[in-house]
């Protein structure tokens, strides 16, 4: 007839099988980077290429693939991703998050005590062996909890390459808009150069006043300041996404397109846009993971609030002309003076603030999605109307004054100042589709992780 096994029995039996499963933690095959990579692809519109400790020659081959050809947003992106330095330094978080991880799932090492006493033509020696039973007991919530740390180390990596596309997308657009406009002021000085020249020849000849003359100077070098600030804008633009992509030496020399994107045909639908940045917004999950991470670490600190060492082992004992004694040692901290209600208190404010973090990071991204979208429209207003209304406007009226010249109806003065306000407006069309580009990027950042609606805008 079988015994019955007690209910202690039973217990004990539960947590060694919950320790042998959790000691077999190891590491994974790709540091959960296939995880982080699916996320940051969702969210970017394209294939991540993330990889940790990747090939770096595989790497710059493709890149150098990338830059042969003038460079378009998406290449932009990949290259980014490929060879940015500082997402590299974030996806060595993921690394050490996974090595805590596993760390946590093993058993703690036994510790190993000799000692040796002689005197009096006698020797006595200790011997003992002890395990960290504390630690034993508590090792597969503590595993949990790294679990759980490691998946928000996943989400925070997600995040950092998700933000890297975004502020990449920007820098193209401000980069490509501040290319355009530098060649419009080129343009720009051109005519007022010539209308300066061409004054101060009227005005030797004694055909032009002096006022006359005087303001069209004033016009050419103010058309010379336009283009020195142009000229330093471009390269300030170049030179951020530059740095973005991680770029130097002879990689430098890339190609950035002529122009803008057009104007998309249709706009983004703001059906549901709220709850989906709740369900996927990067930084609202990565709020959650730390919540559920804190309440199991209430779990474990409530478990072990009496209990903080306890020490059992195997000890023996040998003296000089007396047979060896075995027995066992037991080490407990006797909770006299410290019964561990500061640290449940500490973990449960600890729990609330995560709690209330939490809340608020979900108002801000219902407020930042509306904030956003608001801007997007409005920004695409602008853009349209700039193309549709006032760009052909300025271009009717620009061929209108020319036929008036040709008919010798208007001077040459009227024909280069209708020309330059030609060009500034077609300067400003280009900074509104810049802004609605870069508007649309901040959108897709409010839905996918948040913390993007506060963009700075080129001027």
């Known amino acids: 007839m079988k015994s019955p096994i007690r209910p202690g029995a039973r217990r004990w039996a539960a947590v060694a099988s919950a320790v042998l499963l959790t000691g077999c933690a190891s590491f ?10 699916r996320m940051t692809s969702a969210r970017i519109a394209q294939p991540a290429p993330l990889k940790r400790g990747q090939d770096a020659q595989a790497a710059q081959s493709e890149i150098k693939a990338l830059l042969s050809r003038p460079l378009s947003t998406d290449a932009a992106v990949r290259i980014a991703l490929l060879n940015n330095q500082g997402l ?16 946590a799932g093993r058993l703690s090492n036994p510790g190993l005590s000799f000692g040796r006493v002689r005197g009096g033509g006698e020797k006595e020696i200790d ?32 995040m ?56 069209e100077r004033a016009f050419y070098q103010d058309a010379v300041t336009q283009q020195a600030q142009a000229h330093l804008q471009a390269t300030t633009s170049r030179e951020e ?3 973005l992509l991680g770029l130097w030496g002879p990689s430098l020399d890339f190609i950035l397109p002529d122009r803008l994107p057009d104007l998309p045909a249709q706009l983004r639908s703001p059906n549901n846009a709220e709850a989906e940045a709740l369900s996927q917004r990067l930084d609202v999950l990565i709020a959650r993971q730390d919540t559920q991470a804190t309440a199991q670490a209430l779990g474990l600190t409530k478990t072990t609030r009496f209990v903080n060492v306890f020490d059992a082992g195997y000890a023996n004992k040998s003296t000089t002309g007396a047979p060896r004694e075995n027995g066992y040692e ?20 600890t729990y609330m603030q995560a709690v209330h973090r939490t809340a608020d990071i979900a108002v801000r991204a219902r407020s930042e999605v509306r904030q956003s979208y608001a801007a997007y429209r409005t920004a695409y207003d602008i853009a349209r109307h700039y193309r549709d209304e006032v760009v052909p406007l300025r271009k009717q009226i620009a061929d209108e004054v020319l036929l008036r010249y040709n008919g010798m ?17 077609v300067n400003a069309a280009i900074n509104a589709q810049r802004d609605f580009w870069i508007a649309d990027t901040d959108l897709q950042s409010a839905m996918n992780a948040g913390g993007n609606t506060n963009s700075r805008t080129a001027q």
């Open 28 to 37: 994974s095959q790709d540091g959960g980077m296939a995880d982080v990579a």
């Open 88 to 103: 590299q330094a974030a996806l060595a978080d993921l690394a050490i998050a996974e090595a805590d991880f596993v760390q």
């Open 127 to 158: 011997r003992g062996l002890s395990f960290d039973l504390a630690a034993l007991v508590t090792l597969p919530a503590r595993s949990r909890i790294e679990s759980r740390r490691f998946e928000q180390a996943k989400l925070q990596a997600a």
């Open 160 to 215: 950092q390459a998700v933000k890297l596309a975004a502020d990449t997308r920007k820098a193209w657009y401000t980069a490509v808009a501040a290319a355009q406009a530098s060649s419009f002021a080129d343009q720009v000085r051109g005519s007022a150069e010539a209308a300066a020249e061409l004054a101060a020849r009227m005005r030797a000849a004694g055909n032009w006043s002096a006022l006359d003359a005087a303001r």
């Open 241 to 243: 996404l530059v740095r």
């Open 330 to 349: 037991v080490s407990l901290e006797l909770p006299l003076f410290d019964w561990g209600g500061a640290r449940v208190a500490r973990a449960e404010a």
């Open 409 to 425: 109806l208007a001077s040459t003065f009227e024909l280069l100042a209708e020309s330059r306000e030609q060009l500034a407006s």
